[in-house]
C-alpha cells in the first residue's frame, strides 16, 4: 500500500506563485506515476498533471499548460507541482494520488493523499 502526504498550499492573489510537494511511501515500484488532482466547491474532481516515476514524463490538464509544471526527486520519493500565474478559477484542494500507468483517468488511481488547500483571491 502507498501513502502520500502533501504540503505547500495556501493563499496568494491572482498571478501569484505556490509549489505543492507530495511525498511516498510504502508499495512503490519503478514503474507508476504520481498524479495532481483538484476539487473545486460543487464541482468534480479534475486531473491537473501527473509524472512517470522512471523516465519523468509529464502530461498535464490544457488549462495549466504554461502555468504549472510538475516535476519530481527520484531520491526523496516526492513529487512537486510549481504553480505560476494562478488565477482564481485554480482555486480548490488539490491531492496527489498513486497509479501504476501514466493516465489522466481518476479510475486508474488507487492511492490519495488527504488535500491540501490553495485558495487564489482575484
Known amino acids: 500500500q502507498v501513502q502520500l502526504e502533501e504540503s505547500g498550499g495556501g493563499s496568494v492573489e491572482t498571478g501569484g506563485s505556490l509549489r505543492l510537494s507530495c511525498t511516498a511511501s510504502?508499495?512503490?515500484?519503478?514503474?507508476?506515476?504520481l498524479g495532481w488532482f483538484r476539487q473545486a466547491p460543487g464541482k468534480e474532481r479534475e486531473f491537473v498533471a501527473a509524472?512517470?516515476?522512471?523516465?519523468?514524463?509529464?502530461i498535464y490538464l490544457d488549462s495549466v499548460k504554461g502555468r504549472f509544471t510538475i516535476s519530481r526527486d527520484n531520491a526523496q520519493s516526492t513529487v512537486f507541482l510549481q504553480m505560476n500565474n494562478l488565477k482564481p478559477e485554480d482555486t480548490a484542494v488539490y491531492y496527489c494520488?498513486?497509479?501504476?500507468?501514466?493516465?489522466?483517468?481518476?479510475?486508474?488511481?488507487?492511492?490519495w493523499g488527504q488535500g491540501t488547500q490553495v485558495t487564489v483571491s482575484s
Open positions: 494520488a498513486h497509479s501504476n500507468i501514466l493516465t489522466g483517468r481518476e479510475r486508474e488511481y488507487d492511492a
Open positions: 510504502g508499495r512503490t515500484f519503478n514503474s507508476y506515476a
Open positions: 509524472i512517470s516515476w522512471s523516465a519523468g514524463i509529464p
